[in-house]
């Protein structure tokens, strides 16, 4: 089941009340990262959307997991 939902996830941005984006975001885990301030360029685009496609969910959420006391 877990890998049908990683098969499934999305970049999602996150955008400020003016509607700049801000950061892009997995919509499976916490995995994110910073927006860029400027015109948006296709190499920074590239470069966010090949680190998207390389990150691991399953190690990201387990990095992200406190352990209750």
Do not use: Q, Y
């Given at each position: 089941?877990?890998?049908?939902?990683?098969?499934?996830?999305?970049?999602?941005s996150g955008k400020d009340?003016?509607?700049?984006?801000?950061?892009?975001?997995?919509?499976?885990?916490e995995w994110t990262t910073?927006?860029?301030?400027?015109?948006?360029?296709?190499?920074?685009?590239?470069?966010?959307?090949?680190?998207?496609?390389?990150?691991?969910?399953?190690?990201?959420?387990?990095?992200?997991?406190?352990?209750?006391?």
């Amino acid at each position: 089941m877990l890998e049908s939902v990683i098969a499934h996830r999305k970049i999602e941005s996150g955008k400020d009340a003016r509607g700049r984006i801000t950061h892009w975001h997995c919509s499976v885990c916490e995995w994110t990262t910073l927006g860029f301030s400027g015109p948006s360029t296709a190499m920074a685009l590239k470069a966010i959307s090949d680190t998207f496609d390389t990150h691991n969910c399953a190690k990201h959420k387990a990095g992200k997991r406190v352990k209750p006391s």
